[in-house]
């Protein structure tokens, strides 16, 4: 069953940047952004997350409790800076979880602030997609800007998420970009807001958007 309505999904082209504003650990953010992974609801999907905040782990759990089958491609960029994990270096490719196939790359960033590797490798993991099948559907998760703006200021951040939603864009990814509206106040999420196409607000239990 989708948490978020039939009509916005139903609305998202090629190329879309959605702003998804809800409550940390509030359960409709993990289902929403299953619905923004599943918009044809096939398993054909190539998925890119970019983690600031999740384990492998934790997206393989949330896609199983709501979606019916598993994607064709995951590919995980993991910016949470964790050293508990291994650790690659900036130009490294880590060992792929092992976690039941559910992950097919994950690539390892050292610090959760250098956003210029995660630009890099974000774009590089689109375009070899591309290379290999022109007729690849992207979707992307950014996860999330919250987090990233505990490790690199305002102005910087914004600049970095401007930047990488016109490469998705032009990359024809739909790309969705998780944000706390607790944690930011109202200038700061109307200035993010104005960097993507469409804006999903989870408020007194009912998900409302604007594009």
Partial sequence: MRTLPAHLLDGLQAGDNVLLLCPRFEPAETAACTDLLTVEGTSDEQILYVSFTRSPDDYREAWHRHAEAAPERVTIIDARGDTRSVRGSTDSVADPATD???VSALLRVDSPGDLTTIGVRATACLNAWEAADEDARPLVCFDSISTLL???DTDRALEFLD???????????????????????????ETMANIFDTVCEYENGEWTYRG
Avoid at 177 to 189: C, K, L, M, R, S
């Fill in 100 to 102: 039941g196939g559910f």
């Fill in 163 to 189: 930047t990488l939603a016109g490469r998705f864009a032009d990359e024809d990814a739909i790309a969705h970009y998780h944000a706390d509206p607790v944690a930011h106040g109202e200038n700061t999420i």
């Fill in 150 to 152: 505990q490790y690199a």
